[in-house]
């Protein structure tokens, strides 16, 4: 298999991973990080079970200490909620590094990237933090106006693709219009040529019939004679 179908298939098999791997990456790095809290005491599954309650979407803070108290962990209050804030904020870190390698994994293989391809690439990515925020934070954190302008972004990046596509549309249909007018032109042309050709034809005719009666006949061709010729000339009779 060369490179590039190898980077294609790892690409298009790449997936965000499970929010409890999301979560015990998140506890590792608060770990890493040196962080501190009573909450950190708490053995590993423990402390990853309650990691993945709290982002866990529609779960808030109340029904993971309403867990702990049930569990035999009992926690204060505000520990809990401190330690909840901390890792909200870890965990965004975590999904968002993860959302940054998928996406470039994608463009890397991806050989027709261009413009419009970096537009849809930044508005998913719009979408993934607005996704992360919700997941991640309890209906009362959510900061609203900050979401609508975010959305308001790709609203907008949509309508100018939207803008885009009907300029494209409407060239598309002119230069349709353009072809069609053209092919009218040529058919008239092509139909006057045979109309010329079919009136030469017609007078070489009468030339020839004139001739043959004025140098054959028993009498001299006439006037009338000619205009009678000219008549059937006119009317397409003369062959």
């Known amino acids: 298999m060369s490179t590039d179908a190898h980077n294609q298939t790892a690409a298009t098999s790449a997936m965000m991973p499970a929010v409890e791997q999301l979560a015990a990456e998140a506890i590792s790095r608060l770990v890493t990080d040196g962080y501190t809290s009573s909450l950190m005491k708490l053995a590993r599954p423990t402390l990853n079970e309650l990691a993945r309650r709290l982002v866990t979407p529609g779960a808030t803070t109340d029904s993971a200490i309403e867990w702990l108290d049930a569990e035999g962990h009992a ?29 470039l994994a994608q463009l890397a293989a991806d050989p027709a990237f261009d413009g419009a391809r970096l537009d849809d690439v930044i508005k998913n990515r719009v979408r993934t933090l ?33 803008e885009r596509e009907k300029l494209l549309l409407s060239q598309a249909q002119a230069e349709h219009r353009a072809m069609k007018l053209e092919a009218e032109v040529e058919k008239l042309r092509i139909e006057n040529e045979q109309r010329r050709t079919a ?37 397409g009779e003369a062959a």
């Open 130 to 162: 607005i996704a992360q925020e919700v997941m991640t934070s309890s209906p009362a954190d959510l900061d609203t106006g900050r979401l609508n302008a975010a959305l308001s972004l790709v609203f907008a990046a949509d309508k100018g693709k939207l």
């Open 75 to 103: 926690q204060p209050k505000t520990n809990v909620y401190r330690f909840a804030q901390r890792f909200r904020e870890v965990y965004k870190e975590v999904w968002g590094a993860w959302a940054d390698k998928l996406i």
């Open 199 to 235: 009136m030469q034809r017609s007078i070489d005719g009468a030339k020839k019939t004139i001739q043959t009666a004025s140098e054959g006949g028993s009498k001299p061709v006439s006037a009338d004679d000619v205009i009678a010729i000219l008549d059937r000339v006119m009317k």
